[in-house]
């Protein structure tokens, strides 16, 4: 297997923010990098104002990005190839990658969901869309990362897993730079159903603090997130101790804790009494735990695990509760032990 340093073509699909930041961080590791732009408005603005205006706005992008609108080519020569885009039509472009991509390419998801149909996570999905030779070669990627911080070149830490230690070990060379640091691990449910849940998570985050219930009411909210996530990873066969690193605490915390964060700021909106129909007209990006909180309902509905939080949030969003309701509804539930939760 080839080492980090000998990748030499790089490819992100999907232009929007995270894609876009992405693409700005491969390219300054000195390699030329395809972004696949699905926008018309957005290839345009790449091409001529070297700026996604769009979905990050504010940011000239490093002239080794070379925006493309054909998959073909832009997946032609692809060594590694990104993957960035809505959980909602993850499985219909990953059809389409599969049949653009050569064999042997290193697939990494950097996409936070769960299929609402099959309850499935992007890799497991990249599974059965590709042929069983990829395997070893799909990894996911998550984190706590703002798009914005990142193309800023802020200090960002992430992690990287994969089945196969020396893909993940592959995957952490090509995207570290002093900026931007890389872990890696080998549990892929582990990192991504962390990724998934905490957008639900921030939702609930963001409503409390449009209501103005406090800094306790928020810590109490993050802490049984986590416990959540950690209940249902553990059901999937995820290592428990991912939770508490990076893809699990880490990005719940910053998903939670800052207006940044697209799924925050549709809870924080409803909390202000917004409607959903109204929040969602006015976004040009998508908050992903919207659609992920449907996911995770069908998803606990089969598994018949509990999940209160998100449960709550799913009845705020298509069942018109209100949010206030919610909380009462939380807090008195059946007395338990803390650690009982968790079993």
Known sequence: ??????????????????????????AGNGRPVKLWVYEEEVYSQILTDRENTTFLPGFKLHEGVTPVRSLDAALAEAEVAVLVFPSHIYRTLAGEVCRCIKEGA?????TKGIENETGLLPTEILEEVFPGSFYKNICVLSGPSFAREVVAKKPTAVTVASHDKQVAKLVQ?????????????V???GVELGGAIKNVIAIASGMIDGL???????AALITRGLAEITRLGKRLGANPMTFSGLAGIGDLVLTCTSKLSRNYS????????????DILSGMAMV?????????????CRRLD?????CDEVYDILYENKSPLNAVRDLMTRHLKDELEYLA
């Open 1 to 26: 297997m080839k080492t980090g340093a000998e990748i030499k073509n790089v490819t992100v699909v999907g232009a929007g923010s995270w894609g876009t930041a992405l693409a700005d961080l491969l």
């Open 106 to 110: 290193v697939l990494v998801s950097a």
């Open 173 to 185: 060379e090509v995207f570290s730079r002093p900026y931007f640091r890389v872990y890696t691990s």
């Open 187 to 189: 549990d892929v449910i």
């Open 212 to 218: 103005d219930l406090g800094s306790n009411t928020r």
């Open 266 to 277: 549709v809870g924080y909106e409803i909390g202000r009494g917004r409607t959903l129909t």
């Open 287 to 299: 908050a992903e735990g919207v659609k992920n909180t449907m996911s995770i309902k069908n998803l």
């Open 305 to 309: 695990i509990e999940l209160p939080i």
